[in-house]
């Protein structure tokens, strides 16, 4: 049966109207997420790089200074503290978060009972769902020199009491600890799901070819689970380096600026001593340099994760 041309062009307007209205009804959807996201993210990112060229103290009006505020960040002593206090908190939390994650999932996704993998995700993910205030409080009992049962227990192996939160020699070190106690089963879930949508046909096929336990994880699991690997390194790269909560319990920044993070040393020039202007400049720093270690991830990316 043919229709005639007036019937086509009835019918073609109709299904344009109906696409017309399915499109409204999708930019109907998203406005709401993209109205908050431009009012609470790009408004204030704008708003924080404004100010940064300014002197502002939030009592008097803000007075324009260019860019004497990023002059001021290369000879701040302080700055070059907490920033290094931020990249090795960085580097090594995020190693232990997503190494010790991909071990403890690769374990757990090893053949066993069902109510042994349930009973080991959940005791593993379980300190993820503690509030992150209530961790620090719990660790701070435990790392207290004198009554904490860490050293309680050291005292038994003729160890003397260790300053942890005290000493700059220990006290990153805790705090890493606290850290990976707290993160590390959120990195273990995700990478539990993606050993879970890796084929058996492929170990299959290994261990027909002679492969043993190591050549399958080495030349099977880990180039198909490259995305989730590089998910969870975005994930905990962006996390450390804006870690604030946990120090601020633990030490508040002590002893001196030893434990001290660059999020922590903007609130304190924002919100204690009024700085506004020079406090969105180090702001504005922090924000270059996830993008960027977020850009060279991506670039890098590339070259090593392997998408089916």
């Known amino acids: 049966m043919t229709l005639s041309p007036s019937t086509r062009r009835a019918s073609g307007g109709w299904l344009q109207k109906e696409s017309q209205r399915e499109a409204l009804a999708g930019y109907l959807f998203i406005l709401?997420?993209?109205?908050?996201?431009?009012?609470?993210?790009?408004?204030?990112?704008?708003?924080?790089?404004?100010?940064?060229?300014?002197?502002?103290?939030?009592?008097?009006?803000?007075?324009?200074?260019?860019?004497?505020?990023?002059?001021?960040?290369?000879?701040?002593?302080?700055?070059?503290?907490?920033?290094?206090?931020?990249?090795?908190?960085?580097?090594?939390a995020v190693t232990l978060n997503v190494g010790i994650g991909l071990l403890l999932a690769v374990l757990i996704n090893r053949h066993m009972p069902s109510f042994l993998k349930y009973l080991f995700r959940t005791a593993y993910f379980f300190p993820v769902l503690v509030a992150l205030a209530y961790s620090a409080i719990i660790w701070q009992y435990l790392y207290q020199k004198d009554t904490g049962i860490i050293n309680y227990y050291l005292h038994f192996l003729n160890i003397a009491p260790i300053p942890w939160l005290s000493s700059p020699q220990w006290v990153m070190p805790?705090?890493?600890?606290?850290?990976?106690?707290?993160?590390?089963?959120?990195?273990?879930?995700?990478?539990?799901?993606?050993?879970?949508?890796?084929?058996?046909?492929?170990?299959?096929?290994?261990?027909?070819?002679?492969?043993?336990?190591?050549?399958?994880?080495?030349?099977?699991?880990?180039p198909l689970i490259t995305p989730t690997l590089f998910f969870n390194v975005i994930i905990y790269m962006i996390g450390a380096l804006q870690v604030f909560d946990s120090i601020v319990v633990l030490t508040q920044g002590g002893p001196g600026d030893s434990s001290r993070s660059l999020v922590m040393y903007i609130y304190e020039k924002a919100f204690q001593v009024f700085q506004m202007g020079y406090a969105s400049a180090i702001s504005i720093t922090l924000f270059v340099v996830i993008m960027i270690l977020t850009l060279i991830q991506f670039r890098v990316g590339r070259s090593w994760v392997h998408y089916e």
């Open 32 to 92: 709401p997420t993209f109205l908050g996201y431009t009012i609470f993210i790009v408004g204030p990112i704008f708003a924080a790089i404004g100010i940064s060229f300014t002197s502002y103290d939030i009592l008097s009006p803000a007075k324009f200074v260019g860019v004497q505020n990023y002059v001021d960040l290369l000879s701040d002593p302080r700055l070059r503290q907490v920033y290094w206090n931020t990249i090795y908190f960085t580097v090594v």
């Open 174 to 222: 805790s705090i890493i600890v606290m850290d990976v106690w707290k993160n590390t089963g959120f990195a273990m879930l995700v990478f539990l799901a993606g050993l879970q949508g890796i084929s058996p046909d492929y170990y299959e096929s290994a261990a027909l070819d002679g492969a043993n336990r190591w050549q399958s994880f080495r030349y099977i699991t880990l």
